[in-house]
């Protein structure tokens, strides 16, 4: 039903910005939850930030609180995430993921996947 397409990364020096944008096909996008997840070389799957649907509602890994932001528009079925302050750390594929139940965290629960998109910090 839903259908997620990842874009914005790429290469990036340390203390630099990025923002990605999650484009997603469907009306009734906006009445799902929509999560940031990453994966670095060699390590595991992991939380990055998640939005409710309306918005009004933002989870955020301690790694990145105070240097993302999550943001959505419903109206253009797209979820943005700005990245400020990047370190070396904060490479890695970034997904995004949707699902109509609320549970940020478990990552394993949601339901749609888009293919990836590469973020590059250098040093």
């Known amino acids: 039903q839903v259908q997620l397409v990842e874009s914005g990364g790429g290469l990036v020096q340390a203390g630099g910005s990025l923002s990605l944008s999650c484009a997603a096909s469907?009306?009734?996008?906006?009445?799902?939850?929509v999560a940031w997840l990453r994966q670095a070389p060699g390590k595991e799957r992991e939380f990055v930030a998640a939005i409710n649907w309306s918005g009004g509602t933002t989870d955020y890994a301690d790694s990145v609180k105070g240097r993302f932001t999550i943001s959505r528009d419903n109206a253009k079925n797209t979820v943005y995430l700005q990245m400020n302050s990047l370190k070396p750390e904060d490479t890695a594929v970034y997904y995004c993921a949707a699902d109509r139940s609320w549970h940020p965290r478990r990552e394993w629960e949601y339901d749609y996947w888009g293919q990836g998109t590469q973020v590059t910090v250098s040093s």
């Open positions: 469907g009306r009734t996008f906006s009445r799902y939850n």
